[in-house]
């Protein structure tokens, strides 16, 4: 599914931040979140999102969801910039798979919830997704995760 993000706004205030902007570590990841109301404002780290009791579950889901390899930033001549990514991989179909995914997260894994990094999240999927019947896949849109103009 073609998927819309919204960038959080304490990762925003990072990136104007070199100094906060170079402590950004880990793997960039997208998980699948049951329904989860992201606070925009104020969310910072994957913590503030109770993994535990919201994240999906199931087989062929592995748990802090999927890498999404060669983040970049671009711009291009007439000042646009892009921040993009690989698709993760699809999350196959399986008869004990997850049900009622709602929302996809996108952060900067540490391993550890309190330090992972929010980036962005998802417009709500409309129905819950699952993996029980058929393949889910999660395609970022084709301009890329986030665009700025000038």
Not at 43 to 53: A, I, R
Not at 63 to 75: D, F, I, K, S
């Amino acid at each position: 599914m073609a998927t819309t993000f919204n960038l959080f706004d304490t990762y925003r205030k990072t990136l104007a931040d070199p100094t906060r902007a170079a402590a950004v570590a880990g793997t960039l990841k997208l998980a699948l979140f049951k329904a989860v109301t992201p606070d925009q404002n104020v969310h910072d780290f994957l913590n503030d999102l109770v993994p535990g009791t919201n994240e999906v579950t199931g087989s062929n889901y592995t748990a802090r969801g999927n890498a999404c390899a060669a983040p970049t930033w671009t711009m291009d001549a007439a000042g646009l910039i892009t921040y993009d990514a690989t698709d993760p991989a699809t999350w196959l179909q399986h008869a004990t798979g997850f049900t009622a995914a709602r929302r996809a997260i996108l952060y900067w894994d540490t391993g550890l919830d309190a330090t992972s990094t929010l980036v962005g999240y998802s417009n709500d999927f409309g129905a819950d997704a699952s993996n029980i019947a058929a393949d889910v896949s999660v395609a970022f849109a084709a301009a890329g995760i986030y665009t700025a103009p000038r």
